[in-house]
């Protein structure tokens, strides 16, 4: 029988190769601190998992959290079977109550381990591939309306069609990035505005009404569930929600409010790529639509989400996105690339990366 025999943590900065990634409440990262986890097994089989935390201020979440609390369940798992994915999850569970991103690497090694031992890509176990590739959106950085414009434009010569620009910042600064976004896009693109919380009600309201005659979607307006339900009520368009669904049970109260048209599965929100399929598989069920991602990553994570999201039923796939494009450092060989603003997910076992061991660098810790 296969069994875990180690686990290794890394840890590896992502700098953002346009210099910042700015969003609501004045949050702004140049560099992402990421972490990489690599479980080894008796059968010379390893996975690996990466989480990226958005930084400190974004989720309930922060980067060395995640290196504190693996070490809180990492004995625990050693010595048992990495594919039986459930009793991952369910001693990971014991052992650390919450703290769903500590758990997301962890997992995602594991289904890399499964795939890998059963000669299979992880789209396959998943569910199959749909379709040839997998659109993608590009997420503009929260800056003046006009250079967030002149992004926009470079990015569709670059093959986006879905773009979600970062507001929630001062309501007529956001009406403004709107307007002049949607005046330079096509009919058929997608744009999606995205306050990430932070806007007050109020604001939200003078944005929408000020914007919703134009082909637009909103994203989580306020910070909580009850705020933005609130604001969906008041308005005719496509709604999102993203931080307030965070488990099945915030899915399901959502669900039976109406509380929205699309949500957003990241998968370290929810503690890795059992749990989000759980969700993907629920949302099919139900018939709401998905954009599948993570808060943030690069070659490891990304993978993942091409393989979750290429497993993904065509109509209920809103979006994904490809974060390793946007970061500066590349530790992988066979991470999806981007091509004409979409990615497949790789035919290779498991996640499909051949990860370089030079970049990485040595762990911070070892557990077995």
């Avoid at 929408?208 to 609130?230: F, G, H, R």
């Avoid at 209920?316 to 979409?342: A, E, Q």
């Amino acid at each position: 029988m296969i069994k875990i025999v180690s686990i290794e943590v890394f840890q590896l900065d992502l700098p953002i190769k346009e210099g910042k990634y700015s969003w609501s409440h004045g949050n702004s990262v140049s560099v992402f601190d990421s972490t990489l986890v690599k479980i080894k097994t008796n059968c010379d089989i390893f996975g690996f998992g990466e989480v990226c935390t958005l930084g400190p201020a974004y989720l309930p979440a922060y980067p060395e959290g995640v290196r504190t609390g693996i070490k809180k369940f990492g004995k625990a798992l050693i010595g048992l079977d990495p594919t039986d994915l459930t009793t991952i999850n369910s001693i990971m569970d014991t052992n650390l109550k919450g703290h769903n991103y500590v758990k997301s690497p962890v997992d995602m090694a594991c289904w890399d381990i499964l795939g890998k031992y059963t000669k299979q890509p992880l789209w396959k176990i998943l569910g199959g591939k749909f379709g040839k590739d997998v659109v993608l959106y590009r997420a503009i950085s929260q800056e003046d309306p006009k250079i967030m414009s002149k992004k926009v434009k470079g990015y569709k010569k670059e093959g986006y069609t879905k773009f979600q620009l970062k507001v929630g910042g001062n309501p007529n600064e956001d009406i403004e990035r709107i307007k002049l976004v949607r005046s330079i896009l096509d009919k058929s693109d997608i744009l999606v505005a995205d306050a990430n919380t932070g806007w007050l009600m109020h604001d939200a309201l003078r944005v929408i009404k000020a914007t919703e005659d134009l082909d637009v979607y909103y994203e989580q307006p306020c910070i909580s569930y009850e705020e933005s339900l609130s604001i969906r009520k008041k308005t005719k368009n496509p709604f999102i929600l993203d931080e307030n669904i965070d488990s099945i049970n915030s899915f399901l109260r959502a669900y039976h409010d109406q509380a929205m048209d699309i949500i957003n599965i990241k998968i370290s929100k929810l503690g890795g790529i059992t749990k989000s399929r759980l969700l993907r598989d629920l949302c099919v069920q139900l018939g709401i639509g998905m954009t599948i991602e993570d808060s943030w990553g690069g070659d490891i994570v990304t993978a993942a989400i091409a393989h979750l999201a290429h497993s993904t039923p065509e109509k209920f796939r809103f979006s994904s996105t490809d974060f390793n494009s946007y970061n500066t450092l590349s530790y992988s060989i066979g991470s999806p690339k981007r091509k004409n603003g979409k990615f497949v997910a790789s035919e290779n076992y498991g996640l499909g990366l051949t990860i370089k061991d030079k970049i990485i660098g040595k762990p911070l810790f070892e557990i077995k």
